[in-house]
């Protein structure tokens, strides 16, 4: 820290950061110049549903709709005054990006912003629209953040971190100063906090474990960016190859120093959730707010779920921190169509059936009068046929239940609920089987949604190898996914390979997925 923000008795050093210091930081915080203290809310719905008082505490009700606004404001507050003069420089493509732009606003700062050249154009007009300098820079966090940098470094900006720094965290632990006054309860307590690069949980933990240890912390990450779960169980920060897209506001590859120490000290517990339950938490607060949180925003909610089932908790006071709610439009039709299965209200099979009339029909009556939510067939030549079905559960436990009656009537049954690549692409492309497609390899990639990045793909390609198969869905996000099949004859695998290599698009080899095998083979 420096001496012009008055917090000369902290050290640079991260492991230097205790619960008490990050209450002294959050006690004398400049948050609410900017930010306000947001509401909880209770949910009549989930609350009956899990056994427990479940309690919402709003940060997706901030000016910006993000607690982001906290730790941006805070840091940018108590700058020197020749700090102030040079303005501040961030990388986002989110909400910390709307949070410096709207602190600028508020403190008259110069804010420069870099995004990547991803970026919807609605984030980068709303930044804009703050007075920030938004400077479009590659195709991923990694190559702005790089380039912010060196921008820093030419133009003497100071450089306001989205989460590795004292007064950030400090700023989002006013969220826990907040709920102690908000919600009184003489029983167990349980505070459930999303986490990306750790700034939130570490401000949220530091807080409260200086002022109610006995309140249990646990934090929420998706089952494919786990950067501070792994992190944690190693003993030291962990960096991932790759993050998944869809909660993209915890997209983070590695945690921070500061975050990862604190966390590590002072979080009890930690859940991880999959895409479908995040859908499903999306639809739970829906249902009890009438508000529509991003997939980071409805992360906690999703935890809170998993952990109260895993762990029997019943009649305890269990609080969510939804931490926002700037969702793409068209990313809700995803979330949409996999709620049902994060709640698990439905359930996906591969059947195969006799290839002859009334078939269909014999099926549907061991299905009996269960709702068919989808039903995916093409005609082939042979004696067998496979239909992709979808099934609507009363409950749980009927999943297994027709899984067993299915098989029991003689109908070979795989199960594909939890089949990702059936969710996302073979659902869409049930019966375009292609015998001649010989040496067919699938790969799932995941493409920058930007104009071009397709011609550089097939560029790359440089038609040697033909390609069999695509299949691209977007979901609302700054990437598109895209199932593609190529044919790679035997004796080039060490090309292909290279190819593989230095496409620059992440690559997954799909080729022994049983939902492939079954319907696209």
Known sequence: MTESSGLTWLTHYPGDLRAGDVLRLALTSKVYGAAIETPISETPRLSARTGNRVLLKREDQQPIFSFKLRGAYNKMAQL??????????????????????????????????????????????????????????????????????????????????????????????????????????????????????????AGVAGVLKAL??????????????????????AGERVRLEQVGIFVDGVAVKQVGAYTFDLARRY?????????????????????????????????????????????????????????G??????????????????EQREAIFAVTIPERPGAFRAFIEVVGARAVTEFNYRFAPRAQAQIFVGVQLAQPSERAALHAELTAQGYPVLDLTDDELAKVHVRHMVGGRAPEAAHERVYSFT???????????????????????????????????????????PGDETAFAAFLAGVGYPATDMTANPAYRLFLT
């Open 325 to 342: 709610a700037n969702v793409n439009f068209d990313r809700l039709r995803h979330v949409a169509e996999r709620a049902e299965i994060g």
């Open 80 to 201: 020197s005054a020749k700090e102030r003069d040079q303005g501040v420089i961030c990388a986002s493509a989110g909400n910390h990006a709307q949070g410096v732009a709207y602190a600028a606003q508020r403190l008259g700062l110069r804010a420069v912003i870099v995004m990547p050249e991803t970026t919807p154009d609605i984030k980068v007009a709303a930044c804009r629209a703050r007075g920030a300098e938004v400077v479009l820079r590659g195709d991923s966090f990694s190559d702005a953040e790089a380039y912010a940098y060196t921008l820093q470094a030419q133009l003497g900006l100071t450089f306001v971190h989205p989460y590795d720094d004292p007064l950030v965290l400090a700023g989002q632990g006013t969220v826990a100063l907040e709920l102690l006054r908000q919600v009184e309860t003489d029983g167990p307590l349980t505070v459930f906090v999303p986490v990306g690069g750790g700034g939130l949980i």
């Open 447 to 489: 493409f920058p949604e930007r104009p071009g990045a397709l011609l550089a793909f097939l560029t790359h390609l440089h038609g040697r190898w033909n390609i069999s198969l695509f299949h691209y869905r977007n979901h609302g996000s700054a990437h598109g996914r895209v199932l593609a099949g190529l044919q790679v004859p």
């Open 212 to 233: 109610r240890p006995d309140i249990r912390v646990v934090g929420v990450e998706p089952e494919d960016s786990d950067a501070m779960f792994q992190s944690v169980q």
């Open 267 to 323: 979080v009890d517990d930690w859940v991880r959730v999959t895409t479908d339950e995040v859908c499903a938490a999306i639809k739970d607060v829906f249902d009890d707010t009438r508000a529509v949180m991003e997939p980071a925003g409805a992360l906690a909610v999703a935890g809170l779920k998993r952990y109260a089932a895993e762990q029997e908790l019943r009649n305890e006071t269990l609080v969510a921190l939804t931490c």
